[in-house]
């Protein structure tokens, strides 16, 4: 784009996302659109598309990129390796909410340059984290480490695979859309999720347990493609990063804490019996987890990335 | 031009590509391609030909469909499905049309194992479509049968498109994948009787054959308990939770693998048949599949689903106008698009409107998916009737569009049973607490 | 030059034959892999790493490798009722087009996908639980649809001859 601030006319882009047309982020994108379009003076006008009806999940970032979409958003892990700092914020125990995960994600990705690699061709808008993901079960409660043994247990990623594993469950990987019959046929007996897709997958009316330990992040990216980006004129680029950035980094992670706390509240409604890990409790089941914490960061540093200060700083943001 | 008029020119593109003898599966692509670009530009519009083809093929929830193909072929080049047949024939070979209604059965009980309308129709169709030649049943009511009885894959539960519809609208998972158990059995009653009529209106449809002693009928039972045996085994091992409708592809393949070896039933060279055939016939399901999501991302785009139900959803008419105003719009999408892509596309305005009118979320669930069955027998986009073509390829997919307007014609009375008595679809979820 | 377009297209099939038995190879592993997953899991509370991950690439890959047998075998599926109405000699020239055009969309399918691996390897795409790189897997179909190309440019040549000699 050489004629970067010459023209002012309309734009017309596209936005598109896996979630279903009627989860409360497609509100969050509409609205995110109409302040866009309200404050340009109608020069950006964003439509969005829910439901993955333009790109799959796991496309989403590269149709961004190569600008077969203009705006994207989706799940960093469902492309592995693609993102290895961003997925410093997987690693249990990062966050104890969304919005403080968002938070924290977002000035990780300002703070450390080597993070713009991962985002290249696009321009990053956001980053967010969902509520963390805790242990759901069918019929056992997990308190104990010893609870946990051989049981089956649906994994969101490579490095809770390998945790689950040291603590002495199966981890099972399948598509979260296979989960609802999984657990209510006993494929498997559990599963790590954030309370946000409990209600949102209608796990709760399958699962009787919680477990809550903060286990792990889902991170999710919104990225524009940077020739689109740069079309746009200077002043139109500076009130979109404005009205993006930290500002809806935290409203996206707000508004995932407020939902999992509704999801918290109809689980209850359901009868799901919640237990909250101790600190001392945490510390225990900790001796089984870092192995995969250390195995992490020397795989990042494996390919000349900072993974052991990116993790540190990650550490002291969440103030653990 | 707009992006609807492209959408529409588009549509007639399809038709004119399809008449010229250009393989399905590249018309579509082709207009979905050209489509893209005129909308997007051309860059975006190349960027999907490199990206979709991999992600629908590599897609988890259609790769069961090969290994459901590889079961049913191991079942008919072994013998099995032509020994259940002799069975049938002698317990029922009399009746009329019965070989026919046993296929029905037979789908009805296959979709207790399969989630998916693809998966049940292509194993269906390559156990039962030789051994219905051979009793010289006619092409069109053969291949109907199948396309009709596929078509139950989704209304018995398992169902990935009940639980994916729960997802959208938070209707409760568990009470629509049982709402669609009496439909199922409803709709596989009307094909059974619709058959009974046509067959007793024209017997050279279906020959029936003379009685058989009683005591070939039980020494014809001996030879169908592998059939049984497996069958029991997948709804089992989906029951109680050794494995997902998915993997229950993988398991009933290697499972009828296993029982052909040790009936010693297939030679080696059947074996090769069995991979080979099963391989194509994915392949040309899968280059359909490509396409069909090439061109609705193009339909998407184009904003025509959108702007109809739209228009539908905003007129000021009495409820039950209202609601078959926007089953004829669901008729018309699904004779281009997929039963999802129509899902994403049109119930974000469609659910919060049908409930709002005071109509069952539960049920609306269940008559979506009569509408969508109705849809993958339709043409120019009848994915049902392309995956038999594939099986029969001495059947050309416009005769087995021509034969299935009967079964359309039951189709379309359930749905109006259901909306009329929607105690059929929700006594059973109700029982539930 | 009809000699060396003689052996190509003989070379050609040859290779697609070869795809077709990779192919069921790989619809064999599938099934193997499967099966064994779940009786590692139920049985061993051992289940299969990676099970999830190589039946997706699996079934890719055995769609793309039998992609091109499946032309040769005229297994695609096309609506025919109303070129069966035209004379030979339009018949012949009709699907001589349209084997050209199929050569040419595949083509351009190939070219992206190629495209889309190379972006893959910069950007280290790779499976979720074995780490597979999935660049590769891009490079296989690329090739595969190359052959599938050729083969349809064979076809299309097949049918023009035929056109001209027959009449
Ligand atoms: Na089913
Ligand atoms: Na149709």
Redesign the interface.
Known sequence: GSGASSDSHAHEL?FSHFF???HFM?EEIQSFAAELEEKTDGRIKITS????????P??HF??A?????DFALSVH?Y????F?LTSVMELPFMAKTAMSGSENLWKLMNEFDEFDAEY?GTVPLWLYTTDPGQLFTVDKPVKRIEDLK?M?IRSP??ET?EWLEALGA??????M??N???L????VDGTIAPWEAVK???LD??INYATVGNFYSTTMFVVMNEDVFNRLNQGDQDMLLELAGERMAKKTGEVFDQYGRDAVEQAKVKGVEIYELSSTELAEWNEFINPTIESWINQVEG?GLPGQAVYDRAVELSGQ | MSPEWIGIIGIVALLLLFVLRVPVAVSLIMVGTVGLALIRGWDAALVQLGTTPFSTASSYSLSVIPLFILMGMFLSYSGFGRDLYTAVDAWIGHIKGGLAMTTIGTSAFFSAISGSVNATTATMARISLPEMKKYKYDDALSTSCVAAGGTLGILIPPSVILVLYGILTMEPIGKLLIAGLVPGILQMILFMLLIYIMVWRKPSLAPVTEKKPFAMKIKSLTFVWPFILLFALSIGGIYYGYFTPTEAGGVGAFGAFLLTIMARRLSFEHFKKSLSETTRLTAAIFFIIIGADIFSKFLALSTIPVKITQYVSGLALPAMAILGLILLVYLVLGLFLEGIAIFVLTLPVVYPLITMLGFDGVWFGVVMILVMNIGLLTPPMGLSIYIISSVAKEIPAQRIFKGVIPMLGMMVLCLILIVVFPGIVLFLPELMK | MPKLLEKSESLVIKIVGIQGQIANGVLLFMMAIISFDVIGRNFFNHPLKGTYEMTELSSAMLVFLALAITHQRGNHITIDFLVERFSKKAQNLLLGVVEMVIALVVLLIAMHIFENGLRMMERNSATTDLGLPVYPFLFIIAFTLTTFMLLAFFKAIAYFRMAVIKG
């Open positions: 596209d279903p047309p009627t497609e598309y829910p439901g993955a009806a333009l790109a799959a796991d496309e590269d149709a990129a190569t600008g077969s979409v892990g492309t592995p390796g693609e290895p290249a051989g089956k990623s490579p695979s199966t981890p099972v990987s399948m598509p859309n296979e609802f019959e999984a209510e046929r006993g494929v949102t997958w209608g009316e399958v390919k």
